[in-house]
């Protein structure tokens, strides 16, 4: 599913790139003494993911997660402090591989969040090469699969649920068009596993939050 | 010197002394419970003497009075009508490692206990609320009281089980019936017909070890019946041509099925395939005066009777069915030893049981589970081939690995794990345990 989603987003943003950029591109604001990106923005994002629940870590260390994400202009009005805010969408993949801790079976895991929120880029800074800090938050819909290389326990768990996602960053624009973006976020979320009927086996939590630390390369349209 | 000189002077000795020393030696452990002493004897049945008491850690024995082996040897049961609970005795250490948990009505007065001869449950009769319940060997807790939609139970006492498990006979004194009950669903399913001299009071019953022929003994009519298993009904009335029964009180059969012992006034024989009473035991030692309780060696060599009068323990040869001794006791003397069983180990192994035993829980933690395994260690034994490893007293594992990992278990559970040795003839070493967690 996660490849399904990557290729779909890359095959858009490749082949309508013009039309893309036709369509979403705002107007200009009146004056340029205001300038935050303007346009649609795709990017590709990997970052590198570091748990905060120790067991995770104990199990799987941390790991490169993989992003794409866009920020779309919902302002076109005239208030230039509006114009920075835009909706923010995501899909992330992340998969590892661990070790239980005890007795060291194998086991995998793989994350693929949704995020919907609001990124908001403030005016922009510097001279021949503007950069915009931005901050951003938002609900994160995890998606969860586990799988154990263990024949006493359940062999594959998926669950899934709603959390959350802050994030802040730079980025800056080269040649008009292209992206260059880095960031840090906190995303937040502990999902509980299905109930156990083997009386040797307890059901428990497993907290997935973390932080994220990466760089981003995109397309303004 | 001729080939015949030879093979009697040098051959024979030699074949002789190895077949002394190959022969399967046993050491018996015979335990009696002492309802007013207030202890469980612990009795060497090579010396016949009291080599001391079983240790208890738990709440303390107040009146001990039913109990019985598992088939292995390995654990004894032994109810307390006075603490009102059921406990557990490694026989390895002859000390309490637990007591029967049980939710369901509480225990009153436990009185007698059968086990399984599968080693799976084994049912207690409780004289004080009058119900019968189903025991789980393996975890040490009552899982079902037995249900009747027959005549209700008034006074059970006696209960025996087949050897495959399936079928459990009860008597109840108070009600004059024989009760069928089935295993599998713990409900009594009939009572055994009886076209003979009808049951008055039954008192105690036996089933033989190929499953077929049960025997019941009746005080108050005085008589002893043999019941066919398949139709359940009287097949026979022991005949008695010595002195008559009186008050027959309590049996045992040996292992072969061949003889059935029965204490009344005199200690009387069975044979079981006329049905008659073919003697009774020649004591020369302080005569019987109320001999009671009676228990068979897993081997069927010997014999053990209570006499209330006295109080005596009598050891009886089952070959030629005579007292060979009383049982000495140098420790606290007897005051009222009540019921009596019989452990057998293994008197001379040829390998040793592993020096060391560890066990823990290890919890092994994988994302949104939990996973608890008690894992055990322990070092090898010289001349092992292979390791049996026990819960609770039931088999669950021969490895040739010095490591052993339960999955299968109850994490809330406490277990006692046990690890014999075997060696490359098949001879298994006594065990060593530890409980986990």
């Given at each position: 599913m996660n490849k399904k989603v990557l290729w779909i987003v890359c095959s858009v943003a490749t082949v309508n790139m013009p039309a893309l950029h036709a369509v979403c591109k705002k107007p200009s604001p009146p004056s340029n003494q205001y300038s935050s990106p303007d346009g649609v923005i795709l990017e590709f994002r990997p970052s590198y993911f570091c748990p905060t629940s120790k067991v995770f870590r104990q199990i799987f260390h941390g790991g490169v997660n993989y992003q794409i994400t866009g920020t779309f202009p919902v302002y076109h009005g005239e208030n230039e402090w509006l114009h920075g805010l835009d909706i923010w969408g995501a899909v992330d993949y992340f998969s590892k591989k661990g070790h239980s801790t005890g007795l060291h079976t194998k086991t995998s895991i793989t994350i693929v969040p949704l995020t919907l929120g609001i990124?908001?880029?403030?005016?922009?800074?510097?001279?021949?090469?503007?950069?915009?800090?931005?901050?951003?938050?938002?609900?994160?819909?995890?998606?969860?699969?586990?799988?154990?290389?263990?024949?006493?326990?359940?062999?594959?768990?998926?669950?899934?649920?709603?959390?959350?996602?802050?994030?802040?960053?730079?980025?800056?624009?080269?040649?008009?068009?292209?992206v260059f973006d880095v960031f840090a976020s906190y995303s937040f979320k502990t999902l509980s596993g299905p109930s156990s009927h083997n009386p040797a086996v307890e059901s428990t939590q497993l907290n997935i939050s973390g932080f994220n630390v990466g760089l981003g390369i995109g397309y303004e349209f | 010197m001729g080939i015949h000189k030879a093979f009697c002077h040098y051959v024979l000795p030699i074949?002789?002394?190895?077949?002394?020393?190959?022969?399967?030696?046993?050491?018996?452990?015979?335990?009696?419970?002492?309802?007013?002493?207030?202890?469980?004897?612990?009795?060497?049945?090579?010396?016949?003497?009291?080599t001391g008491f079983v240790s208890n850690s738990f709440t303390p024995f107040m009146n001990p009075?039913?109990?019985?082996?598992?088939?292995?040897?390995?654990?004894?049961?032994?109810?307390?009508?006075?603490?009102?609970?059921?406990?557990?005795?490694?026989?390895?250490?002859?000390?309490?490692?637990?007591?029967?948990?049980?939710?369901?009505?509480?225990?009153?007065?436990?009185?007698?206990i059968?086990?399984?001869?599968?080693?799976?449950?084994?049912?207690?009769?409780?004289?004080?609320?009058?119900?019968?319940?189903?025991?789980?060997?393996?975890?040490?807790?009552?899982?079902?009281?037995?249900?009747?939609?027959?005549?209700?139970?008034?006074a059970p006492n006696g209960i025996a089980i087949t050897p495959d498990g399936t079928t459990s006979y009860m008597t109840d004194g108070g009600s004059a019936l024989l009760y069928v009950i089935d295993t599998m669903t713990n409900a009594v399913t009939g009572t055994v017909s009886n076209s003979f001299t009808p049951f008055v009071t039954p008192t105690d019953v036996v089933?033989?070890?190929?499953?077929?022929?049960?025997?019941?003994?009746?005080?108050?009519?005085?008589?002893?019946?043999?019941?066919?298993?398949?139709?359940?009904?009287?097949?026979a009335t022991v005949s008695n041509s010595f002195t008559p029964f009186n008050s027959p009180a309590v049996l045992a059969i040996t292992p072969d099925g061949a003889t059935v012992y029965v204490t009344d006034a005199n200690v009387y024989v069975i044979d079981t395939m006329t049905n008659a009473v073919t003697g009774t035991v020649s004591n020369t030692f302080t005569p019987f005066t109320n001999p009671n309780q009676l228990a068979i060696t897993p081997q069927g060599t010997a014999a053990y009777v209570i006499d209330d009068a006295g109080p005596y323990i009598y050891a009886i040869d089952i070959m030629t069915n005579a007292v060979t001794a009383i049982v000495s006791n140098s420790f606290t003397p007897f005051v009222n030893p009540f019921q009596i069983a019989i452990s057998t180990v293994s008197a001379a192994p040829s390998v040793l049981p592993p020096a060391s035993?560890?066990?823990?829980?290890i919890?092994?933690?994988?994302?949104?589970?939990?996973?608890?395994?008690?894992?055990?260690?322990?070092?090898?034994?010289?001349?092992?081939?292979?390791?049996?490893?026990?819960?609770?007293?039931?088999?669950?594992?021969?490895?040739?690995?010095?490591?052993?990992?339960?999955?299968?278990?109850?994490?809330?559970?406490?277990?006692?794990?046990?690890?014999?040795?075997?060696?490359?003839?098949?001879?298994?070493?006594?065990?060593?345990?530890?409980?986990?967690?």
């Open positions: 990124k908001y880029f403030f005016p922009s800074v510097g001279g021949d090469i503007p950069v915009n800090f931005y901050a951003a938050g938002g609900m994160k819909y995890f998606f969860v699969h586990t799988r154990n290389h263990s024949s006493h326990v359940k062999k594959t768990i998926n669950v899934n649920g709603m959390g959350g996602v802050v994030e802040a960053g730079f980025i800056t624009l080269f040649k008009e068009h292209l | 074949l002789a002394f190895l077949t002394t020393f190959a022969k399967p030696a046993f050491a018996d452990t015979a335990y009696a419970t002492d309802i007013a002493g207030a202890i469980v004897d612990v009795i060497d049945t090579t010396t016949n003497a009291v009075v039913g109990i019985a082996v598992t088939p292995n040897s390995m654990f004894a049961y032994i109810s307390d009508a006075g603490s009102a609970n059921v406990y557990v005795i490694d026989t390895t250490t002859n000390a309490v490692t637990a007591t029967v948990s049980n939710s369901l009505v509480p225990f009153l007065l436990p009185f007698n059968a086990i399984s001869p599968t080693g799976a449950f084994a049912y207690l009769i409780d004289v004080g609320n009058v119900n019968v319940y189903a025991i789980d060997v393996t975890t040490n807790a009552t899982t079902a009281i037995v249900t009747n939609s027959f005549t209700p139970f008034v089933v033989s070890s190929v499953g077929t022929v049960a025997y019941m003994v009746d005080k108050g009519s005085a008589t002893v019946y043999a019941i066919d298993t398949m139709t359940n009904a009287v097949t035993l560890s066990g823990k829980q919890i092994n933690t994988l994302p949104f589970q939990k996973e608890f395994v008690n894992t055990l260690t322990w070092t090898s034994s010289a001349g092992a081939v292979s390791y049996n490893v026990y819960r609770n007293g039931n088999l669950l594992a021969s490895t040739g690995a010095l490591k052993y990992q339960d999955f299968s278990i109850d994490r809330k559970q406490q277990y006692t794990y046990s690890v014999t040795a075997v060696n490359g003839s098949g001879a298994e070493s006594g065990a060593i345990s530890v409980t986990i967690p």
